[in-house]
DNA sequence: AATGAATGAGATTTCATTCAT
DNA sequence: AATGAATGAAATCTCATTCAT
C-alpha cells in the first residue's frame, strides 16, 4: 500500500458538518478542503464529485438511522415501550452527532430522487412498525402513515428546536415527555 | 400607469417557486427570470439583488403566516378549538399555497439570520398561546417551548409527507384527526 | 435590443485561430478570450461549452468546404476541368483562410463522431463526383472511394507542406501541377 | 534481473494507443497507467515526464519509418519499382500497426519542434528521393518538394480513409493501384 | 422600463507531478 | 520498484451584477 488515506475521514467529517450548517449549495469544495485540512484536489481521489460526496455521506447517515429504528421495531416489547426506545435513540442520536443527524435531516428535502429505491428510510420503518402495531390492536385502526408522520414530526421537530435556541441540550432530556406525548397521540387518532 | 407592474409579481411568483424546489442558493437568477417571462436585468429594476427579494419574499410569507396564527390565539374560544382552529389553517395554507407555504418552512433553516427581531413567527406565536392555556389550567403545567415544537411539528410533518407523496392532499382532511391527536400530546405531557 | 454581440465573432475567430495553432485540447479558454478582448465569461453566453464551440467551428467551416466542392461537382463541364477547378478553390481556400481551413482538416482526426450524419462532407461529395465521372466514362471503371481519397490526399498535402515550410504560399501557384498529377493519378488506377 | 521493466513496454504501447486516439493532450496519465496496469507514479520510473514519454516514442517510431524509406531510396532498382516498394512499406506499416502509424502522422502536426534537427523524417527522405530521379532523369525536371508531398499525400490519405471508414483494411490491398497513379501523378507534373 | 452582452469573482474539476509508505 | 494519496497550478464553467443600447 502506498500512503494512507488519512484524510478521507477527515473530509468527510469537515463536509458533513459544513453542509449541516451552510446547506449543500452553501458549502464550498474549498471550505471543506480548508477544513480538512488539505487542498481542493485531494478530495477528488475519494469522490468523484461534490455530488458524489453528497450522496455518499446521505446514503450513509440515512441508511444508519433507518438501521436503528429497524432494530427496534423488530423487537418483542410492547409498543409503548417500543415508541420510547425510538424517540429516545433518537434524540440520542442527535445529542451525538447533531451535525449528522441534521444533515441528513435537513438535507433530505431535495435529494431523496437520487438515493435507491430499497433504501431503509426511517419513514418506511416508522409506518410499517405502527402498521404492526394497529394489527395487534395495540393502537386504533387508523391511516397508519398519518401516524407515522406525526410520530416522526413530533421527534424531528425537538431537534429543530433546539438548533434555534428554543429548546435546551442535551435532547435525551425530553425524551420521557415527548415518548408519553406520542403515546397519546397515536391512541388519540 | 396603465400597467401596473405586473412583471414584479410574474418574478416574485418564480422566485417563491423555485426557492422552494431548489433552495436558494440552488436558484439562479436566470432561472428566475426564464420562468418569470422576462430577461435577467429586469429583475433589478424591482429588487436591489437576489437577497433583497430573498429577504422581501420571507418577511411577506413568514408574517403573514405568523399574524394568521395570532389571530386565532387571540381569540377566545377554548383551547381545544383554537388548537383546530390552528392545525385547519395550517394546513389549508399548505393546499392553497404549498410552495409559499414550503418556502418559508424549508429555507428558515438557515436564514433567520437577517430577520427582523420583533417579526411575529409562527414559533413565537405558538409558543405564546400555550402559555396561555397553562396559565388558564387548560393543559398541564410543563415546558410551554416543548409543547409548541410538538404542536408545530405535527403540523409540518403533515406537509413534509405530501411532499414526499407518504400522505395525499388535499391535507386539510388530515385536520381533525391532526387536532385530536394535537390535543391529547399536548394533555399527556 | 440590448448591447449588440460585438464580440461573438471575434470570439470564434480567436478560436478558430488558436485551436488551427495549438489543437482543440492545446488552447484554453483563458486564451482565446484574450485573443478576443474579452473575459473568459463572455464565451459562456455564446456557446454552451468549449466543446459546443468547437463543434460550432467545424459545421460551419466543413460544410462551406463541402458546399463549394458540391457546387463544381454539379457543374456540367468535362472533369479534367472540373477537377482543375476544385484543386483551384481548395488551394484558393487555404489561402484565403489558412486558419480555417487548417482547423477543419487537422480538427477532424477525432471529430468526425458528433457530426451530423447528412452533413455535406467533402469526402462525400469527392466520391459522389468520381462515381458520376466513372458513370460516364470519363476515367477509368475502378474503386471510386479510393480515387476520391487520392484526390484529395495531393490536395490536402499541399497544405501540410506550406504550413511546414516544404512548399510555398500561394499554394495556389502549385495549382496547375497538382490538377495535372490529378488528373494523370485517376486516369492511372 | 529477472524482470527485465517489461512494465516499460506496456507503458509505452498504452500511451501510443491513446495518444493516436486522443491527441497527446487528450490524453492523462493516469488514462496511460491504467490501461497499462500499472499506477500513476509507476510511470515516472520510467520516464521523468510525459513529455519525455511523448518524445521517446515520436522519435522511435519516426525514425523506424524514415529508415525504412532510406534503405528503399538507396536501393538500386528503377523508379517506378522503388515508389512501389515504399508504397506497399508504407500501407504494410499500417496494416501491421496502424495505431503506431497514426501516431507519428497525426501527431506531428504541432510537435515537430522538439525533434532533432538530422532526424530521418519521411518527408526528407522522400524530397532527396525524388531528386535523385529528377537528376537521372527518371522523371520530369520540376519542384521535387511538390512531388515529394504528392507522393506523401496519396500514402498517408489512404490510411486516413481507412481509419474513417472510407476504405477497407488492409490497405496493403490497394498498393498496386496507388503505386501506379503515384508513377502517373510524378511523371505528369 | 427592458434587454441581454459582458464583467469579475469565484466555484468545480482536472491533471502532471511528488512523496510517504 | 511500485503504490496511490496528496499537492498545486491551472483549466472549465457559473453566476450575481452592471451597463450600453
Known amino acids: 500500500m502506498a500512503r494512507p488515506a488519512r484524510k478521507k475521514k477527515d473530509i468527510e467529517r469537515a463536509a458533513l458538518e459544513l453542509f449541516a450548517d451552510h446547506g449543500i449549495d452553501g458549502t464550498t469544495i474549498r471550505m471543506i478542503a480548508e477544513r480538512a485540512g488539505v487542498t481542493e484536489g485531494a478530495l477528488y481521489r475519494h469522490h468523484k464529485s461534490k455530488d458524489d460526496l453528497v450522496r455518499a455521506l446521505f446514503e450513509e447517515y440515512f441508511e444508519s438511522f433507518g438501521g436503528m429504528l429497524e432494530g427496534i421495531r423488530a423487537d418483542a416489547a410492547p409498543v409503548e415501550d417500543r415508541i420510547g426506545q425510538m424517540v429516545r435513540a433518537f434524540l440520542a442520536a442527535y445529542d451525538t452527532d447533531p451535525l449528522g443527524f441534521r444533515f441528513v435531516m435537513l438535507v433530505q428535502h431535495g435529494l431523496l430522487d437520487g438515493i435507491r429505491k430499497?433504501?431503509?428510510?426511517?419513514?418506511?420503518?416508522?409506518?410499517?412498525?405502527?402498521?404492526?402495531?394497529?394489527?395487534?390492536?395495540?393502537?386504533?385502526?387508523?391511516?397508519?402513515?398519518?401516524?407515522?408522520?406525526?410520530?416522526?414530526?413530533?421527534?424531528?421537530?425537538v431537534a429543530v428546536g433546539e438548533r434555534y435556541g428554543r429548546l435546551k441540550a442535551p435532547v435525551a432530556g425530553y425524551a420521557e415527555q415527548v415518548s408519553a406525548a406520542a403515546v397519546a397521540a397515536l391512541r388519540a387518532v
Open 118 to 157: 430499497d433504501a431503509l428510510s426511517p419513514a418506511k420503518v416508522l409506518t410499517r412498525f405502527i402498521e404492526e402495531a394497529i394489527d395487534r390492536g395495540e393502537i386504533p385502526k387508523q391511516d397508519a402513515s398519518l401516524k407515522a408522520q406525526l410520530l416522526m414530526g413530533m421527534v424531528m421537530q
